[in-house]
């Protein structure tokens, strides 16, 4: 039997790489940490990242003279100016570090070859020389968006490899790990965050921790897009869920969701980028190389968001492949030979076989763009800590940090997960260091009465009203459709039509399982509002954003406008109000001035503001939309003006 | 493969093992359930049809549906896979489904495989038992390609916990290493980072429940989704018990 109320110093929610990461530093700091998490940590989501992590190394030759500025650049330029410029910075920086001690972890990352290698850049087969100096070092294989090779690999194993090892560290440091629970309300006084009610997903009972500092790391929210994401499928968005539940803490730039051009159709499952960074082509029905003519200085290896664009649109031009499921596209990866496809690409070869019965070495692979990454999520400042709630953070993927702004850079997710978890969790134990636990419990109990109440009035209502799964699937058909690759202002406006139909439905829904326990009807019932919510704020977030800026493109304004938007979209929606409210605030400093990305269109509406008059309003109006005070002053981390000495 | 047998649509029939130990009226037995097939239908999709068209109390585990995860481990007609990537046009029309044996029943085909392997990860301290603390300044310690292959192979297990179930002798001491508890000693065990000696694994390793336990049916080499090399790492695991080192000593003793 659970006691009613826990106590810990630090309680993470969600136990992939960001949390897992965070948790260990706040243990070795002295702290009591428990980790709840929906599955064995060993599940988490973290484990499906396949081809990279990208750190600027520079162990290779394709990678000389790679450096945490040129790896800011490539950040920025993906982000397509969407992202917080001085934590691109200290993420750039700290990556190397990151991986180094995830090889201190255990990781068996690949290593360079000193000597002669074989590789495929550009459709074209090269011979390297490796230097013989730098035989044994960490290997970095080529990604989207990048100047450089930058992203190191464990075979197409990387999320695995790196989330087993950082794993076996929460197991060496004893920290306690709760799987089968599920946050389901943050407890606060309306200032500060005091903890979480959790349902067991074992009993299904309801039970309160109480923290110090509490973090919100429960990865995206792809599931709102239904069948039509590469995401598992305990991506619901739980955490940004329950942090929009408070009315107090906003969600950034939630219309900013990424889809990854190489996920095998028509079951969703990723292929990873690595493939193309490995020299993989993508081909039409008539097995023409199309991205050579609309990229032709990156080819295959623009941005996911640019990739993806010009993937749909060679679809819509009639060239894509028929099938039963709908059109796809070709991956060919057949020149890469069985021996490499079986050692650095050994993940995709097995799903070639397991989940479209083929061999990659001999076959084409269908392929078609299907949501990928959520770049918004918890907005919080630079040490993590959330807008609006003192002892509330979050990190990773459930966080809008933002390193990421419009598109992220492949590899980069995996790299900001254990950047992020060490910094955040630097900064979660300090803040328990400085603050004594609360237990006045009357928040806690009232916390949970609401959340069984909840439960309860699922469990009551009777009679024919829509099924939970029915509402999930047509969601999912509204967002793909209407809220996907390319948008514009008429669908948007469907789709918000379309999914306030759906949250009305929902609070009409009812559940035939009545069993006692978990009841997983009950359980996904309880976490489909939240979804709903989330999806609303995704769509109207797109429908107001009258620009295309990365993975957000509009049909009906296909340029970026820094002019009027070059800022970040904050949304806020307490439980009980009946629409979200949104606001904007700037980027954050910039110090890379806006311009071309080097793919992708070279046409923008430029910004007339100095670049001096926005930086001066940064701190200002982010203080005024609620980002607590950072430990180091704003800016302190940002290399100002480092960048002109490699930008090309 | 499998899709490329003749898909004429046949009715399946599963026939799945029930108990809900939350619910003090449950008890356990199987209920029958029927589909039509489709193409391309893998057990994922199949569980999930048979919970959302006709019983929504149904409990099973599935997250990464691409066999990465390891969550959805279960009997499939009697023998222990990954449901995910088990398509019906390789099974009978008649299925049954089973939880894992020896992990601890959540309900139904959910079982507590968390448990089990923070448990084996504890007893046999599978993480690198290192040297010196991490130097965030210094360059990362240099390994062969080779070696890191090598690891990496060991390392891909995913606690699906299939090997344990089809495991004889787990079968009858839940607490027996099994192949995914064998394959991470010698994972760990392999990696040049990690500084325990032989008479430091030997209690791990030597013991009933390490690798002389074993009586050598070695299922789990033929069930294992990832096909890792269970045979060779329990030749491995054996030559290193029975090295010179411990002869050494023992004849010294």
Redo the contacts between chains.
Sequence with gaps: MIARLETTDVLVIGAGLAGERCAIEAAAAGHEAMILSL???????S??AQGGMQASLGNCVKAEGDGPIVHFLDTVRGSDWGADQEVASIFAEEAP?A???L????V??????GGRNHYFIKGEEVEIEEALEN?????QRDFGGTAKWRACY??A?TG??AL?AVD??V??LGVT?R??TEAVALIHDGSRCLGAVVRCL???RHFAVMAKATVIATGGYGRIYGQYTSN???NEGTGASIALDTGIVPLGNMEAVQFHPTTLS??G??VTEGCRGDGGFLLDKNLHRFMVEAEPKKQELASRDVVSRHMVQCIRDGNGIDS?YGPHLWLDIRHLGEEHLR?KL??VW??C???A??NPAEKLVPVRPTQHYSMGGVRVNKDGEAYGLAGLFAVGEAACWDMHGFNRLGGNSLAETLVSGRLVGRRVAEHASGFALRTDTGHAFDAIAAAEQRATDWMSRSGGGP?I?EIRDALGEIMMGKVGIFRNGTELQDAVTGIQVLLNDCDNAV???K???????LAFALRLKGMLRLAMTVALGAEARTESRGAHFRSDFPLRNDQDWLNRTLVRWAEHDSAPSFAYEPTGLIDLPPGHRGYGSDERIEMTASIDSHNESVLREQTGHGRLESADPMGSRLRRGAWKSVAQ | ????RSQAARRLRFEIFRF????ENSVPHTDVFEIDET??MSLYIALNKI??TQ?????F???????????CGMMVNGRPALAC?TLTADLPESIQLYPLPVFKL??DLSV???TW??GM??RT????H?RAA?D?E????????D???A??EG??C??CGCCVASCGVANVDADFLAGAGLNRVAR?MM?P??QRSDADWFDIVAGEQGVFGCVGMMACADVCP?ELPLLEVNAYLRRRALGARFLKRDRGG
Excluded at chain 2, 1 to 4: F, K, N, R
Excluded at chain 2, 61 to 71: N, P, Y
Excluded at chain 2, 138 to 145: G, H, K, L, T
Aim: charged letters at 35%; one cysteine or more.
């Design positions: 599955v064995p940590p060993r599940r988490s989501h484990c499906a570090v991986v180094r001690e090889a201190h972890f255990g068996p990352w690949s290593r360079v070859r035989d044994g070092l960490i290997g464990a075979a194993g695995h490899a087993y076996s560290e197991v060496r790990v799987d089968r074992r009993t299904g598992a499928t305990i028509p079951s499952i990723l039963p050692t050994l993940e097995d799903i076989r397991d989940f019965g083929l099924s799964y559940l035939r399982c069993d006692p326990g978990v009841n997983p009807e | 493969m499998s899709q490329e809900n130990p939350e619910d193409p391309f919970r959302e019983d929504p109390g149904l409990q585990d599935f997250v990464c549906r691409s066999a990465t995860c390891g969550s990537r959540v309900g507590d495989t968390g392997f923070r990860s504890e301290e599978a993480w690198i290192e991490f965030p210094a360059e990362e310690e240099r390994m062969s390609d070696i890191a292959e690891i990496y390392d891909r995913i606690e760990f990696d980072r990690d990832k």
